[in-house]
C-alpha cells in the first residue's frame, strides 16, 4: 500500500515539476490535453474536461455591486442558481472589487473571473455557516469560501483573483517572522499562545480546539449550532469540493487561503492548468490532492508561490 502510495506521489510530482519548468523557461507552448497526457511519464487514461453552454450569467443582473463595500453573497449565489437551472453556463464577475460569503457551487457552472476582477471574501466569519462535511456526514465545518458536494461539470476559470482572507483565520508562529513583523502582528490584535510562540487571530480561535473537545463530551449528537464557538478554529479550505465529477480550475489566481488552497475530496477528472496559487507572510499552504482519493488528476503549467508547498 505505501509502495502505491508513493508511486502515485512520484507520478504527480513528474508532471507538476515537468509543467512548472516548462512555465518558468518559458518555452512552453499552448499544447491540447492529449499531448500532454501522451507525454506523461505513465499510462495515463484521459481525464474528461467539463463543458458548457453558451450562456452568460452576468453577476451585476442579480444585483452585484463591485464596489468594495457592498455584500453580494446573494447575488452571486441567485447568478449561480439561475445558471444551473437554466442548464448551465458562464457566471461571469467582471472587473471591480467584490466583497462576498461562501459561495456554493452548482453543477454545470463555470465561475469566471475576469481579468481586473478581484473576488475577496470577507473577513466577517459570521457570514461562514456550518455546513456538513459532506452530503452524508453527521460532523460539521465552517463552510469554504467556494464549495460543494456532488456536482459535475463545474470550473473556476478567468484571469481575475480570488482572495480567501487567510490572514483572519491563519495562526502565525513567531519563528517565521523577524522581530519587527511580530510586533506588528501583535498590536494588529488578536492573541498570543501562553508559550508566546504562536499568535491566533481572536480568541474564539486560540480556545477552540478545547471547546470542541469539551462540547462532543457533553452533546450526543451536535449540530450545527454547537460548532459555532470553534468556528475561528476550524478554518476552512480555499475550495472544497466533495464527491464531484469533471472539475477544471484553469487561468485563475487564487490567494491567501485560510488553509489547503484546493482539496477535491473523492472526486474523478479534474484538472488544474495555468491557474496561480499564492500564500503570504511566510506561512505554509498545501495542495491536499493524494489524500484526498482523487481519481484521474491533470496538473499543467500551475504555479505555486510560497514558503513552503506540499502535496499530502
Known amino acids: 500500500m505505501r509502495k502505491n502510495h508513493r508511486n502515485i506521489i512520484t507520478k504527480i510530482m513528474a508532471l507538476v515539476i515537468g509543467s512548472m519548468l516548462l512555465h518558468v523557461t518559458s518555452q512552453a507552448q499552448e499544447r491540447s490535453l492529449d499531448y500532454y497526457m501522451k507525454k506523461a ?5 484521459k481525464v474528461k474536461v467539463p463543458e458548457f453552454q453558451d450562456k452568460v450569467f452576468n453577476v451585476t443582473e442579480y444585483g452585484a455591486v463591485g464596489d468594495g463595500q457592498t455584500m453580494n453573497t446573494q447575488a452571486f449565489a441567485a447568478a449561480i442558481n439561475a445558471c444551473n437551472e437554466a442548464g448551465g453556463g458562464k457566471v461571469v464577475v467582471p472587473p471591480g472589487l467584490w466583497i462576498t460569503g461562501p459561495i456554493q457551487m452548482k453543477s454545470n457552472v463555470n465561475l469566471h473571473v475576469e481579468r481586473g ?10 457570514q461562514y455557516p456550518m455546513v456538513k462535511a459532506s452530503a452524508s456526514s453527521s ?14 461539470n463545474i470550473a473556476i476559470t478567468g484571469k481575475g483573483i480570488i482572495d480567501g482572507a487567510g490572514e483572519t483565520w491563519r495562526p502565525v508562529k513567531k519563528a517565521k517572522m523577524t522581530d519587527d513583523q511580530w510586533k506588528d502582528l501583535v498590536k494588529s490584535g488578536g492573541v498570543v ?43 476552512p479550505y480555499m475550495v472544497y469540493l ?11 489566481t487564487l490567494r491567501n487561503s485560510p488553509k489547503f488552497v484546493v482539496y477535491p475530496n473523492n ?12 500564500m503570504t507572510g511566510g506561512r505554509k499552504t498545501a495542495m491536499e490532492l493524494i489524500s484526498a482519493h482523487v481519481k484521474m488528476l491533470l496538473f499543467i503549467n500551475a504555479i505555486l508561490m510560497s514558503a513552503t508547498t506540499e502535496f499530502a
Open 41 to 45: 511519464p505513465f499510462i495515463m487514461p
Open 117 to 126: 476582477a478581484l473576488v475577496q471574501f470577507t473577513s466577517d466569519h459570521t
Open 139 to 152: 460532523r460539521y465545518v465552517t463552510a469554504s469560501p467556494i464549495y460543494g458536494y456532488k456536482v459535475k
Open 193 to 235: 499562545s501562553k508559550d508566546g510562540k504562536l499568535w491566533w487571530p481572536s480568541k474564539e480561535a486560540i480556545e477552540g480546539k478545547d471547546y470542541l473537545k469539551s462540547m462532543k463530551k457533553k452533546v450526543d449528537k451536535p449540530g450545527p449550532i454547537d460548532y459555532i464557538p470553534a468556528r475561528d478554529y476550524m478554518r
Open 242 to 252: 466533495v464527491d464531484c465529477e469533471n472539475l477544471l480550475i484553469e487561468n485563475i
Open 267 to 278: 472526486c474523478q477528472n479534474v484538472t488544474i492548468r495555468h491557474a496561480t496559487y499564492i
